[in-house]
Structures are given as C-alpha cells and as structure tokens.
C-alpha cells in the first residue's frame, strides 16, 4: 500500500485565505486602538447620546 504524505494545493489556499483574513483582523483592531486614543479627548456626556 502506497501512502503520499504532503499538503494540498486546496489545503495550502485555505490556509492563505485564513491567513491574509486574520491580517485584515488584526489591522483593523490596530485602528480601534487609535480610534479609542482620538475619543479620549471627548466629554463622555457627548459619548452618551452617540449611535452607531
């Protein structure tokens, strides 16, 4: 019996594609942590009446 051992072309996608998301993710919560650093300056009553 003859067994190959190695990772697909598909397995090998999937894996970029998880990867470059998790990128995406972790820069877009890089924002958020600038974003918090900008709203400190506000007054929290304003805060209270903001929606999203």
Same mark, same amino acid.
Request: aromatic share 6%; charged share 30%; proline share 0%.
């Given at each position: 019996?003859?067994?190959?051992?190695?990772?697909?072309? %598909?397995?090998? *996608? @999937?894996?970029?594609?998880?990867?470059? !998301?998790?990128?995406?993710?972790? /820069? %877009?919560?890089? *924002? @958020?942590?600038?974003?918090?650093?900008? !709203?400190?300056?506000?007054?929290? /009553?304003?805060?209270? *009446?903001?929606?999203?």
């Amino acid at each position: 019996m003859l067994k190959v051992v190695g990772t697909t072309v %598909q397995e090998i *996608n @999937k894996f970029m594609k998880s990867f470059e !998301m998790t990128q995406k993710m972790m /820069k %877009q919560m890089q *924002n @958020k942590g600038n974003m918090k650093k900008l !709203m400190k300056g506000l007054d929290s /009553k304003d805060l209270k *009446n903001f929606k999203i």
